[in-house]
């Protein structure tokens, strides 16, 4: 196609559609952007910033003949739409480095005992940290109180681990139409709460089935009674690391 | 009870009542919650829920709304509930022993509701009130110049259950203090002024373009561009309609100019306002006055009355037909966050004050996504005076860049805090001297998110240019520690922060948690190599200019306030944040122990003063 709109990712040229973002776009074209708030299937969100990259950086060269690079902007690769012609680097040591320090504070804000978790091995949170090389927590931990509610008679949630990410917000809202999780408080106060006067996911009507009860990317959202079903090994991030087939989280394209 | 209700079985009534007033419409929760509150002192789980019910809304987004602002309280907190102000400026001024003292009379613990449910003592962000702090709000009513007698008649009068209605008028009185008059604040202006030079809105427009009036936000963008772009867009859907916005959200701390021309020169404000509602065409606009302005609600109701009675507000606007502009009053909450444009925006739609993604703008999708001018309080009111007197008279003045005066809040070590209006291009050692400061060692210029300037700087300038602020200058002599300024931030950006995105959620604590292990002797250079960590982060992925800026006066005066750190710093390349032999205090208690081997022996510690020992030198 002659009129394809390009970009360059990591000097590498991406073509991408009218609307589409640099995330969206990238993801497409097979070339993986690290993501955690980011779905496919839903309204970019641009919360968890792990998507950042540097757009338009230049280098000048100055009267002494030096050569400086004047950094681009810095933004999230899913709520920035893709411009022909602009250039981004996302996988340079800068932005790598900054996504690995974003990892680590979300490590030390939750209480994330990965080898106790059921969902160790298909988890985003530590199949990122992974594939970023997270080796610490870094930071010092908030080990923050975080209540287990369990009143629900199929589906647990474990708010030690929320990323608070909104997927499950979004979910409930835009899929099933029932709005049973929202955001409450502000800043290190900021939490899940469900939909209901006790405050308990028992008294919503959620349904094992619905969307919301399946797109948690992490620990949070749990199906009672299908905890470590598959064995080490052979766990989602033990056969391949998360970077390992971008086309999943490419964005679903609609039928014409 | 003070406010002479209770929170009893005529709840339901209340919620009823308040819902019809609004007619039950979600985009008013804001108002609906406030009012409601009011009334029953807190927002219980059964008001929530019929409030919810009542505004078709779901119950979570009602909480959650709940839940965001500082002044919306989901727990009862007591029918008194005093509020310190805790800026730097107050700190300055005694405010926490004061509060100690409160809280030590009343037998209570910061934050902890009394046992018998009547009063309750916590702090809150800056409150405006740096001239004559001090100052506290109590039931959101502004109380300054705290002093220990006035500690002690507050008391009593808590105890014996006194309504505020009856407390001396005095406690609640707040000043002026404008002591520099200059375009603005000596005009000789008469409501109405503007409206009667008005001539096309493109004659106008054009006059504010050429005149080269910047914001007075801090951001310096051209209001006649504003203007232009959002006069230009199309308003979308069924209820396609243009709005103009003031943003009277005047929380960095440090600031007080808006509460004083909201105070005494109104008019000159909504003036502007409905100027930029002729210019862009919108027939309605909103005054967004932060939760801590509660108090001046009913008076500038009263202008708007006064102003519509006299034909400058309302439908056809001094007899021109098809110039409809009226003016509603919408009060925030307590939450720094929604001085932020598209924040403000959110909130003003009745949602949690989350920024919001960019583009679109406001200009084109702002309030209820229709185009939006969002202006600061002060540049509304020198759109007023540019319209009655002429673009050519505000070109002359300030700097070529920008055009002007600047209403500078000026608090801190100075013989005398208030209100200041420069000509834009004054030096910052001219603001010193006028203002009677001595000895001074640090200037912060823009609040906790500016900038902090040492002695070699004064030569600078206030303009966009060189040092552009929203107006904040706070003033610290040589008595003072950098370090806790410093620190007083980083703890204000962890109060104030939304919490929508990582880097600024997680990173503001980290960065008040450094720094309050510097300030307790356990840092080394690991923390401060950490603290730069944070703040590149900060800085590079924040979602919003809070997360951008949060960084900065930590940042500022690690560079040029150095020694203030280098004080606290232990010499070693890392200490923990607890202290083992502390942590072994209760296990000494328990056993009634308290010989040497009950104790952890650091021997380093006890030879380290801190003092003249560098980080990274050999101890």
């Keep these: ?256 | 009870m003070p406010n002479g209700n209770s929170n009893g079985s005529d709840t339901g009534a209340v919620v009823a009542a308040v819902l019809a007033r609004h007619g039950s419409d979600g985009t008013r929760l804001m108002q609906i919650l406030r009012e409601i509150q009011e009334e029953t002192e807190w927002l219980s789980p059964d008001i929530l829920t019929r409030v919810a019910e009542g505004a078709k809304l779901p119950r979570g987004q009602v909480e959650g709304v709940a839940g965001f602002y500082h002044f919306f309280h989901t727990e009862p907190l007591g029918s008194y509930r005093v509020l310190w102000s805790d800026n730097i400026t107050d700190r300055m001024a005694g405010n926490a022993d004061l509060m100690a003292r409160m809280c030590k009379k009343l037998w209570l613990k910061p934050g902890k509701v009394s046992e018998d449910g009547l009063v309750s003592v916590d702090t809150t962000s800056c409150t405006g009130l740096c001239d004559q702090g001090p100052a506290l709000l109590v039931n959101y009513r502004p109380v300054t110049r705290m002093t220990a007698e006035r500690v002690d008649q507050i008391v009593d009068l808590i105890r014996h259950k006194t309504p505020l209605a009856q407390w001396p008028a005095e406690f609640f009185h707040v000043d002026d203090n404008i002591r520099r008059k200059d375009a603005l604040l000596g005009a000789d202006f008469k409501p109405g002024d503007a409206l009667k030079a008005l001539k096309s809105p493109q004659e106008v427009l054009d006059a504010i373009k050429e005149s080269g009036l910047r914001g007075r936000g801090g951001a310096g963008f051209s209001t006649g561009q504003k203007w232009d772009f959002c006069r230009a867009a199309v308003g979308t859907g069924p209820h396609a309609a243009h709005y103009v916005v003031c943003n009277a959200d005047e929380g960095e701390p440090g600031t007080f100019k808006d509460r004083v021309l909201l105070s005494s020169y109104a008019d000159l404000v909504f003036e502007g306002m409905t100027i930029s509602g002729y210019v862009i065409g919108a027939k309605k606009g909103f005054v967004y006055l932060r939760g801590e302005y509660r108090y001046l609600l009913e008076p500038l109701n009263a202008v708007l009355e006064k102003r519509r009675a006299a034909k400058l507000l309302g439908k056809s606007i001094l007899g021109r037909t098809g110039f409809d502009f009226d003016i509603e009053i919408h009060l925030g909450a307590g939450a720094y966050i929604c001085g932020e444009e598209t924040a403000l925006l959110e909130s003003l739609e009745g949602k949690r004050g989350v920024p919001r993604k960019r583009p679109p703008f406001p200009v084109t999708s702002g309030y209820l996504n229709q185009p939006t001018a969002v202006n600061n309080v002060e540049t509304l009111a020198s759109a007023a005076l540019i319209a009655a007197k002429g673009a050519a008279w505000y070109k002359s003045i300030g700097t070529p860049k920008s055009a002007g005066t600047k209403i500078l809040s000026i608090s801190g070590d100075c013989e005398r805090p208030g209100i200041y209006e420069y000509p834009y291009g004054v030096k910052v050692s001219q603001v010193l001297a006028d203002c009677g400061a001595r000895d001074t060692q640090a200037c912060q210029i823009a609040g906790a998110s500016g900038l902090a300037i040492a002695p070699n700087e004064f030569g600078r300038r206030i303009a966009f240019e060189d040092i552009p602020t929203g107006g904040s200058f706070m003033i610290f002599d040589n008595t003072r520690d950098m370090f806790q300024v410093a620190r007083n931030f980083a703890h204000f950006f962890v109060h104030e922060s939304c919490g929508f995105c990582t880097p600024c959620r997680v990173g503001t604590t980290l960065l008040a948690n450094a720094m309050d292990k510097i300030d307790e002797g356990h840092g080394g250079e690991y923390d401060i190599s950490d603290i730069w960590r944070v703040i590149r982060t900060l800085k590079t992925a924040s979602h919003c200019g809070l997360g951008q800026t949060a960084g900065n006066a930590v940042a500022d005066t690690l560079q040029k306030f150095r020694p203030s750190y280098e004080l606290r710093l232990n010499v070693r390349d890392f200490e923990p944040a607890f202290d083992l032999d502390k942590a072994l205090s209760k296990m000494r208690e328990v056993t009634g122990r308290d010989d040497p081997g009950a104790h952890f022996h650091i021997n380093h510690r006890k030879s380290r003063s801190g003092l003249g020992t560098k980080a990274g030198e050999p101890s």
């Excluded at chain 1, 899913?78 to 411009?83: E, G, H, S």
């Excluded at chain 1, 199949?127 to 369990?150: C, I, T």
């Excluded at chain 1, 979910?171 to 939909?195: M, P, Q, Y």
């Excluded at chain 1, 959202?221 to 991030?237: A, D, S």
């Design chain 1, 1 to 256: 196609m002659s009129d394809a709109k390009t970009f360059f990712l990591d000097e590498e040229e991406i073509p991408f559609e009218e609307g589409q973002t640099i995330i969206q776009a990238a993801l497409s074209a097979g070339k993986y952007i690290p993501h955690l708030c980011y779905h496919p299937e839903f309204k970019p969100h641009g919360s968890c910033k792990l998507c950042t990259v540097r757009i338009d950086s230049r280098t000048v060269t100055t009267e002494d003949g030096q050569s400086v690079k004047i950094p681009g902007r810095a933004a999230a690769s899913c709520t920035t739409p893709a411009q022909a012609g602009q250039h981004v680097e996302s996988e340079v040591p800068e932005i790598q480095d900054l996504r690995r320090t974003l990892i680590q504070m979300l490590l030390v804000e939750g209480n994330h005992y990965c080898p106790s978790c059921e969902k160790s091995g298909k988890c985003l949170l530590q199949g990122l940290a992974y594939d970023l090389g997270v080796m610490d927590p870094h930071f010092p931990q908030y080990f923050s109180k975080r209540e287990v509610d369990a009143s629900h008679p199929d589906v647990l949630l474990d708010f030690n681990r929320c990323i608070l990410c909104e997927l499950c917000v979004r979910a409930s809202a835009e899929v099933d139409k029932k709005n049973v999780f929202a955001i409450s408080g502000r800043g290190h106060t900021k939490h899940l709460i469900c939909n209901s006067e006790s405050g308990e996911l028992g008294d919503t009507n959620l349904a094992a089935t619905d969307k919301a009860a399946n797109v948690c990317p992490v620990g949070v959202i749990l199906h009672k009674r299908h905890g470590f079903e598959v064995p080490y090994g052979q766990r989602r991030f033990d056969k391949a690391p998360i970077s390992d087939n971008p086309a999943q989280y490419a964005p679903v394209k609609e039928q014409v």
